[in-house]
């Protein structure tokens, strides 16, 4: 591959600093609420955990913190957070965020439900515009007891469509405290870890800001992927994408659409990381279809980045 095809995604020292910090919750503006929350209820397991206010509900698997607030409005990606087991990993993003330049406002304790201990929760907006919230330990009872045939274990990841994504890392890495796993060698996808997933946050240039990519929840194993496309099928929701496996992060994944067009995956068998006992380097794929999809590099009919330009990627090989 050519060098004037490699991009560098550029860390400081805060890059890497979260290491116990996973997704928490996602907000959307829907044009039809009880349309999406129907979906929800019926493939995903989600129940209305609250109402909120202005007809928006909040919903979870009815044990633990809530995983999805629909809100009405036009369609797009409200808001989305994290939940930081880091000890004191609340007040160091705090303080990294404020050091760098970026806004950061309290956020109502009261938003953070089933917390064990008293919640810091803090709200900041990315470069893309875009509310991000950091919350300290909650309770998530239940989520390893799901049937997974039938219900996801957990939500997983979530990934950012952007028009910068040095910007981004700039934000999640070099502010927060996000580590970036993986790229794509031209610098226009990279895959971010806060934990000992390999990502728990990935970022793609699709040439707009503040828009989600997907977001993706975890099932345990390969078998159930066979239950979910039965399932899904009987339900009248059409697979997207795949059964297929990705590349970074070596997990097996399927993906199918809400009703507001939203891209959900699910996935399973996440590569793990161990920083308190190896050193990794970020690796660099090369940015076609079968590094996103070691099966075969079919890509989904929404992406329109740097993977799909399969001619001059190979060109430079
Ligand atoms: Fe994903």
């Given at each position: 591959?050519?060098?004037?095809?490699?991009?560098?995604?550029?860390?400081?020292?805060?890059?890497?600093?979260l290491r116990d910090t996973?997704?928490?919750?996602?907000?959307?503006?829907?044009?039809?609420?009880?349309?999406?929350?129907?979906?929800?209820?019926?493939?995903?397991?989600?129940?209305?955990?609250?109402?909120?206010?202005?007809?928006?509900?909040?919903?979870?698997?009815?044990?633990?913190?809530?995983?999805?607030?629909?809100?009405?409005?036009?369609?797009?990606?409200?808001?989305?957070?994290?939940?930081?087991?880091?000890?004191?990993?609340?007040?160091?993003?705090?303080?990294?965020?404020?050091?760098?330049?970026?806004?950061?406002?309290?956020?109502?304790?009261?938003?953070?439900?089933?917390?064990?201990?008293?919640?810091?929760?803090?709200?900041?907006?990315?470069?893309?515009?875009?509310?991000?919230?950091?919350?300290?330990?909650?309770?998530?009872?239940?989520?390893?007891?799901?049937?997974?045939?039938?219900?996801?274990?957990?939500?997983q990841h979530t990934t950012?469509?952007?028009?910068?994504?040095?910007?981004?890392?700039?934000?999640?890495?070099?502010?927060?405290?996000?580590?970036?796993?993986?790229?794509?060698?031209?610098?226009?996808?990279?895959?971010?870890?806060?934990?000992?997933?390999?990502?728990?946050?990935?970022?793609?240039?699709?040439?707009?800001?503040?828009?989600?990519?997907?977001?993706?929840y975890d099932l345990a194993?390969?078998?159930?992927?066979?239950?979910?496309?039965?399932?899904?099928?009987?339900?009248?929701?059409?697979?997207?994408?795949?059964?297929?496996?990705?590349?970074?992060?070596?997990?097996?994944?399927?993906?199918?659409?809400?009703?507001?067009?939203?891209?959900?995956?699910?996935?399973?068998?996440?590569?793990?990381?161990?920083?308190?006992?190896?050193?990794?380097?970020?690796?660099?794929?090369?940015?076609?279809?079968?590094?996103?999809?070691?099966?075969?590099?079919?890509?989904?009919?929404?992406?329109?980045?740097?993977?799909?330009?399969?001619?001059?990627?190979?060109?430079?090989?």
């Amino acid at each position: 591959m050519g060098e004037e095809n490699r991009v560098a995604i550029i860390e400081n020292d805060n890059a890497g600093i979260l290491r116990d910090t996973a997704v928490s919750h996602i907000g959307f503006r829907v044009p039809d609420v009880p349309a999406s929350e129907a979906f929800y209820a019926n493939v995903l397991g989600l129940v209305r955990q609250e109402e909120l206010p202005d007809g928006g509900v909040r919903l979870g698997w009815g044990t633990g913190h809530h995983v999805v607030d629909l809100l009405p409005g036009e369609s797009r990606l409200d808001h989305f957070g994290f939940e930081v087991r880091d000890a004191g990993g609340v007040a160091g993003i705090r303080y990294r965020l404020k050091t760098a330049g970026f806004q950061v406002t309290d956020l109502d304790p009261g938003f953070v439900d089933f917390a064990a201990e008293p919640v810091e929760a803090i709200s900041a907006v990315s470069p893309d515009g875009v509310p991000v919230h950091f919350h300290s330990a909650v309770w998530r009872q239940g989520e390893t007891a799901a049937d997974t045939g039938r219900r996801p274990v957990k939500f997983q990841h979530t990934t950012i469509g952007t028009d910068d994504v040095q910007r981004q890392v700039d934000f999640f890495a070099n502010a927060v405290g996000f580590r970036v796993t993986d790229q794509l060698s031209d610098g226009r996808f990279c895959w971010l870890r806060s934990n000992k997933d390999h990502h728990t946050l990935a970022i793609v240039n699709v040439g707009k800001s503040g828009v989600l990519d997907h977001y993706s929840y975890d099932l345990a194993e390969w078998e159930d992927f066979k239950s979910w496309c039965d399932r899904l099928t009987e339900l009248g929701v059409t697979v997207q994408w795949g059964p297929g496996r990705h590349g970074p992060g070596n997990n097996l994944f399927v993906f199918f659409d809400d009703p507001a067009g939203n891209h959900i995956e699910l996935s399973a068998e996440m590569e793990k990381f161990y920083d308190d006992q190896v050193e990794y380097v970020a690796r660099k794929w090369h940015p076609v279809p079968e590094s996103v999809n070691l099966w075969g590099g079919q890509l989904p009919h929404w992406r329109k980045t740097s993977e799909g330009h399969r001619g001059v990627a190979e060109a430079g090989r």
